[in-house]
């Protein structure tokens, strides 16, 4: 087996993050952590560097990283460097000692350092789909060019991953792929009648059916904008054009995505929901690992059903599906209008409905441009989010 690898967790306490830590934890013979880093949750952070014993922590402001200090001194951590603010998470993401980056911040803000990774070389695991969603062509180009590997963490672009030959390189012709099939839950909100989705509450939205999610990706799933960008993502990360790229409900949660090929077949991952699969496998990739996940019971599970996915219900898929076919900043547009939005209405500030009518808004104010490199694209994202806001006063 190969030497231990350094893993950088970029937003190591989140979700995605907790779930890193706990398989990297599996397997200490394999994999050390070399920096982990959170935005205010120092509390959380210091707990983890207890635990894991990182070179360098980051956290979000200059206070966050005077308690954090304070914090380790104190519990006699005294060999942790301590850093805060954008920069020093990029620097942390391109570091020579790191081998590995998982890019688990979310939204808008992960992009700088998820790039940085991608530019350096890294392992790059990405979870973070808005970075991919905001610079598509640039990140995918920063990977070819510095020789980076990408693995997909998000469940649907792992599972698709898995079922796409090795050698696939984004030809899905040569390859006799016909299509690929994002399986969605449809979230806490398949049913419900359409009329009422006008009251729903942010508790009500965040309360997904099947997987416990950070708060801003559960309103996502609510909406089906993370479907959405998830269809994005999937055209970046397979070189899919937005025609070939199929959703499917699937609300049990069970199959995780598909590859449909010319010949008849469909291939499809299966497990149960829980992100630790994906990431074990994208942690020790072309290996496989325990990840602490429990076997897969199909006769509990019984039956999967399948359900065409409803636009009208759902306008932000349809959103995300005109955003791709637009091109250039139109997907970065989206993902602005869409963050600036869920906040709002986490914060009680507008109502669920009020999510796709703020997208549709913005992205009909902004001209599409082409935006081809990072200063472009924080540009259109800031002007988006300047828009968006605008609509929420
Ligand atoms: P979360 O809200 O639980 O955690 C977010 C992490 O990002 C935290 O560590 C937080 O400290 C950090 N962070 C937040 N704002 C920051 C900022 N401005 N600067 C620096 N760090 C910041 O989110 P999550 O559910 O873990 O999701 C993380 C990413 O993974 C998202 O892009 C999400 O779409 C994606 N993802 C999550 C899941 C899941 O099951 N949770 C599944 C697929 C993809
Ligand atoms: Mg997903």
Not at 59 to 83: F, K, N, S
């Amino acid at each position: 087996m190969a030497t231990t690898q350094k893993i950088c967790v970029l937003g190591s306490t989140g979700s995605i993050g907790v779930s890193t830590l706990d398989v990297v934890a599996r397997h200490p013979e394999r994999y050390a952590v070399h920096a982990l880093t959170a935005h205010s949750q120092v509390d959380k952070l210091l707990e983890q560097c207890r635990v894991f014993q990182p070179a360098l922590a980051i956290v979000g402001t200059a206070a966050a990283a005077d308690a954090l200090h304070q914090g380790l001194a104190a519990a006699g951590l005294t060999g942790i460097q301590v850093e805060f603010g954008p920069d020093a998470l990029c620097r942390a993401a391109s570091a020579t000692e790191v081998d590995m980056v998982m890019a688990a911040i979310v939204g808008a803000a992960g992009l700088p350092a998820s790039l940085a990774a991608a530019r350096a070389g890294k392992k790059v695991l990405l979870a973070n789909k808005e970075a991919l969603v905001m610079s598509g062509q640039l990140f995918m180009d920063a990977i070819a060019e510095s020789g980076a590997s990408l693995l997909p963490i998000d469940s649907e672009h792992n599972a698709i991953f898995q079922c796409l030959p090795r050698q696939y390189q984004g030809n899905m012709q040569q390859h006799g792929v016909r299509k690929i099939v994002l399986t969605a839950s449809g979230g806490p909100f398949l049913h419900r009648a359409v009329e009422t989705l006008t009251d729903v509450t942010p508790e009500q939205a965040v309360a997904h059916p099947n997987w416990v999610m950070g708060r801003k990706i559960s309103v996502d799933s609510a909406t089906m904008m993370n479907k959405g960008l998830e269809v994005i993502e999937a055209h970046w990360l397979f070189n899919a054009p937005a025609d070939d790229i199929e959703v499917v409900i699937h609300p049990q949660s069970v199959i995780h995505s598909m590859v449909s090929y010319n010949d008849g077949s469909v291939l499809a991952q299966m497990g149960n929901p829980d992100m630790r699969t994906p990431i074990a496998y994208g942690l020790a990739y072309p290996e496989r690992i325990d990840s602490g996940v429990a076997p897969l019971d199909l006769v509990q599970v019984a039956k999967l059903h399948f359900e065409k996915a409803d636009f009208q219900r759902f306008p932000c898929l349809a959103l995300a599906y005109q955003a791709l076919r637009a091109g250039g900043s139109a997907p970065t547009v989206l993902n602005a209008a869409n963050e600036i939005a869920v906040q709002a209405f986490l914060d009680k500030k507008t109502g669920f409905r009020d999510i796709d009518r703020i997208i549709a808004k913005t992205m009909d104010a902004i001209e599409v441009t082409a935006c081809q490199d990072l200063a472009a694209i924080l540009e259109v994202d800031a002007k988006a989010r300047r828009f968006a806001a605008g609509l929420v006063n």
